[in-house]
């Protein structure tokens, strides 16, 4: 009788480990569902989005720089399209330049973006090749601020913890980008990206950016009222110069209804007052 409860004991413990295990397999997403899931909270969520935003540029030295500037955003409702405004406001010699992108989710279609320089009353295409080049002398590039194609790397889970998805993505096209791969820590309760690490092709780290703070933000949806987690600071720092750039959100908005014509080139040199205000 011994035997046969000893017996009993250790299958069921036996069926319970195969059992637990499976759940545990069965509740980890893929790693396409992971990233898609993640890309969705970073840059898609509601229909359209406002932000001001202050930015501090500090140097090896100590030595800071500050921008401030309104973010618009306006997600195309049949696509993973989007567009982008940013308008500047300070300091004086960046008062009233604009940044804009029209963004395509296809992979064989670069996206448009446009810079105006007010002192040269200049309209200058910024092309595919300069996005991966600094906004506006800061640690952020172009590209980080609309963000890159998850269909431009190959993606990898390469672990998990108790708090994140660690991605590995590596770029199809090596050559048009200076990194070797980068890894992502994404946040398994909200899928937002909490850090991305940089690496060389001598497996060096040289370039990291940081959410620093997450909040929920109220707004409404469909008629209800929905939260969403919102990035209020990141901070990107340069390990080779030493420099670090800091971003903090506030008066954060979503679901506006912004027209799109306000994502046209006409408004470059005449900036809409969603953008102003």
């Given at each position: 009788?011994?035997?046969?409860?000893a017996?009993?004991?250790?299958t069921?413990?036996?069926?319970?480990?195969?059992?637990l295990?499976?759940?545990?397999?069965?509740?980890?997403?893929?790693v396409?569902?992971?990233i898609t899931?993640?890309?969705?909270v970073?840059?898609?969520?509601?229909q359209?989005?406002?932000?001001?935003?202050?930015?501090?540029?500090?140097?090896?030295?100590?030595?800071?720089?500050?921008?401030?500037?309104?973010?618009?955003?306006k997600?195309?409702?049949?696509?993973?399209?989007?567009k982008?405004?940013?308008?500047?406001?300070?300091?004086?010699?960046?008062?009233?330049?604009?940044?804009?992108?029209?963004?395509y989710?296809?992979?064989?279609?670069?996206?448009?973006?446009?810079?105006?320089?007010?002192?040269?009353?200049?309209v200058?295409?910024?092309?595919?090749?300069?996005?991966?080049?600094?906004?506006?002398?800061?640690d952020?590039?172009?590209?980080?601020?609309?963000?890159?194609?998850l269909?431009?790397?190959?993606?990898?889970?390469?672990?998990?913890?108790?708090?994140?998805?660690?991605?590995?993505?590596?770029p199809?096209?090596?050559?048009?980008?200076?990194f070797?791969y980068?890894l992502?820590?994404?946040?398994?309760?909200?899928?937002?990206p909490?850090?991305?690490?940089?690496?060389?092709?001598?497996?060096?780290?040289?370039?990291?950016?940081?959410?620093k703070?997450?909040?929920?933000?109220k707004?409404?949806e469909?008629?209800?009222?929905?939260?969403?987690p919102?990035v209020?600071?990141?901070?990107?720092?340069?390990?080779?110069?030493g420099?670090?750039t800091?971003m903090?959100?506030?008066?954060?908005?979503?679901?506006?209804?912004?027209?799109?014509?306000?994502?046209?080139?006409?408004y470059?040199?005449r900036?809409p007052?969603?953008?102003?205000?």
């Amino acid at each position: 009788m011994k035997r046969k409860m000893a017996g009993f004991f250790v299958t069921s413990f036996i069926f319970s480990v195969i059992v637990l295990a499976h759940n545990v397999q069965a509740q980890t997403p893929s790693v396409d569902e992971i990233i898609t899931q993640a890309n969705h909270v970073a840059y898609y969520q509601g229909q359209d989005g406002k932000s001001k935003v202050k930015m501090t540029i500090t140097d090896r030295q100590g030595r800071t720089r500050n921008r401030e500037f309104i973010i618009l955003r306006k997600n195309d409702p049949d696509n993973d399209d989007q567009k982008y405004f940013v308008y500047f406001q300070a300091p004086a010699d960046v008062r009233r330049m604009v940044f804009m992108v029209h963004k395509y989710a296809a992979l064989d279609k670069d996206d448009d973006r446009w810079l105006y320089l007010p002192n040269l009353d200049l309209v200058r295409r910024i092309a595919a090749g300069d996005k991966r080049t600094s906004f506006v002398g800061s640690d952020f590039l172009y590209e980080d601020v609309s963000g890159r194609s998850l269909l431009e790397d190959t993606h990898e889970l390469l672990r998990t913890t108790e708090e994140y998805y660690v991605i590995k993505s590596v770029p199809k096209k090596p050559e048009t980008v200076e990194f070797t791969y980068f890894l992502v820590f994404i946040d398994k309760t909200t899928f937002m990206p909490m850090k991305m690490e940089y690496y060389e092709k001598d497996e060096s780290l040289y370039r990291v950016i940081e959410s620093k703070k997450l909040e929920m933000i109220k707004a409404k949806e469909d008629g209800k009222e929905v939260e969403y987690p919102t990035v209020t600071q990141s901070v990107v720092k340069d390990l080779k110069s030493g420099s670090a750039t800091e971003m903090t959100f506030s008066d954060i908005q979503y679901n506006l209804g912004l027209n799109d014509t306000i994502f046209t080139e006409r408004y470059l040199k005449r900036p809409p007052r969603e953008a102003m205000r």
